[in-house]
């Protein structure tokens, strides 16, 4: 079956590969960068450097603020579709035309990987294929108390992954998760992937 969409490395262009690059390197290195700063923002803190608590009062409030869930306008960002390019990204719809946009459905991406590039390539295209069928994530709490990386998450239209939550998105549209979670993150072996498989507690 052809791909409905599909991107191609060897056509893009240098300034979409060094964009890609770059970006890829800001969004996936942002955990060990926030934790180096807020290290030494916790150290010259105690050295009552105003500055460093500047710092770490602007974490703390980025940590809950702002709250916006899914923002078309970011998901269609020139950059995601750079990370596109550089991934020879396609799609393969095996269902087309049997969505129905006032149904729920629930998508399930695997493998997770250690850093979940399917899963934010796969917001960027979901518009294109399933016209006006409205899409939110599920991914690990642990995310929306980090800053930038809460800030991503939101505007990717994600939640915090909790039952009561899966269930909120359901009634209300349709939602996308990787039921691997983080415990998948690892699972890897001869270019094998292994499925993990857990029940999840009521939260």
Not at 28 to 35: A, D, K, M, P, R
Not at 71 to 82: A, E, P, S, V
Request: charge should be positive.
């Amino acid at each position: 079956m052809d791909p409905i969409i599909q991107y191609d490395a060897s056509k893009q262009s240098l300034f979409s590969k060094v964009t890609a690059l770059v970006t890829l390197f800001l969004v996936t290195g942002s955990f060990y960068v926030l934790f180096f700063v807020g290290m030494v923002s916790i150290y010259y803190a105690l050295k009552l450097q105003l500055w460093a608590f500047c710092v770490l009062v602007t974490f703390g409030i980025l940590s809950y603020y702002p709250n916006q869930i899914l923002w078309q306008d970011f998901i269609d960002c020139y950059i995601w579709r750079t990370w596109c390019e550089y991934f020879s990204f396609k799609v393969i719809n095996k269902a087309a035309g049997k969505f129905d946009g006032k149904k729920s459905y629930m998508f399930a991406e695997f493998p997770h990987g250690v850093f979940p590039l399917g899963f934010i390539l796969s917001a960027t295209i979901v518009q294109k294929i399933f016209p006006g069928l409205r899409v939110e994530g599920a991914t690990a709490s642990v995310l929306f108390r980090i800053p930038i990386l809460r800030q991503l998450s939101l505007w990717f239209g994600s939640r915090p992954a909790t039952t009561k939550n899966i269930h909120k998105l359901i009634d209300q549209g349709s939602v996308g998760l990787l039921p691997g979670g983080i415990a998948e993150v690892g699972k890897n072996e001869n270019r094998r992937r292994t499925e993990n498989k857990r029940t999840r507690e009521q939260e």
